[in-house]
């Protein structure tokens, strides 16, 4: 079992839709929690931090489930431009341990 | 733009070769820290810098090897080339170490093909 899980996907949104997807953890003493998107042939660019008590920026939801180990995206009210690969990322010590992350279409 | 930079951009080598990959961390940031990510997959955590000393290390063989330097600045070194280290290689800084929660900001990355 990978130390990080994400569904691959792809999934594809109409564009306007709300999408969530999910990322499983195995080490319960993981601490910091974080997504990231990465386009294409591109480097991975800071989504949000995930907190205890979850947060939002704008139209981007990230929740923490510490009992099932899992950290979740929403994203409402897509757009085209939110296609891209989403990587879910769970600090283990001193590094970061990444998913393969899910890979979004938004169609329109 | 995250203010870190790589060179070169791409790279073609022989299976053998060596090779250097640079990174110019964000202005303030004092550490540093190499990832390989091949097609399809996931960044792998190849080491860390944390002010001129490795910081944590990966599962990846010695002849992965690195630098930092007093700017905080860091090469990648990689010696005895094989073909399955073509990748994109991304090098990302962080205020302070990136397990402390704090969030890396990454450069555009190398890619590098060995053939």
């Known amino acids: 079992r990978k130390e990080v899980e994400q569904d691959p996907g792809p999934f594809n949104v109409p564009e306007g839709a709300t999408v969530a997807f999910n990322c499983t953890y195995s080490?319960?003493?993981?601490?910091?929690f974080f997504w990231y998107r990465q386009d294409c042939r591109k480097e991975p660019k800071l989504l949000m931090s995930v907190y205890s008590s979850g947060n939002e920026d704008g139209r981007f939801t990230a929740q923490l489930n510490r009992a099932s180990q899992y950290i979740s995206l929403l994203i409402r009210d897509s757009k085209l431009s939110d296609s891209a690969t989403y990587l879910c990322v769970v600090e283990r010590g001193y590094q970061l341990i990444w998913g393969a992350g899910t890979k979004l279409i938004i169609k329109p | 733009e995250t203010g870190v930079t790589q060179s070169p951009t791409h790279l073609i080598k022989t299976r053998g070769q060596q090779v250097t990959l640079r990174c110019s961390s964000q202005s303030g940031h004092n550490t540093v820290s190499w990832y390989q990510q091949a097609l399809g997959q996931g960044p792998q955590f190849i080491f860390q810098?944390?002010?001129?000393?490795?910081?944590g290390r990966g599962n990846f063989p010695p002849r992965f090897s690195g630098l930092q330097f007093p700017n905080y600045s860091s090469e990648l070194n990689v010696n005895a080339l094989e073909l399955d280290d073509s990748a994109l290689y991304l090098c990302?800084?962080?205020?302070?170490?990136?397990?402390?929660?704090?969030?890396?900001?990454f450069g555009p990355g190398t890619r590098l093909t060995v053939t």
């Open positions: 810098y944390y002010r001129e000393e490795e910081n």
């Open positions: 080490n319960s003493a993981s601490q910091s």
């Open positions: 990302a800084s962080s205020l302070e170490l990136a397990g402390a929660g704090h969030e890396q900001y």
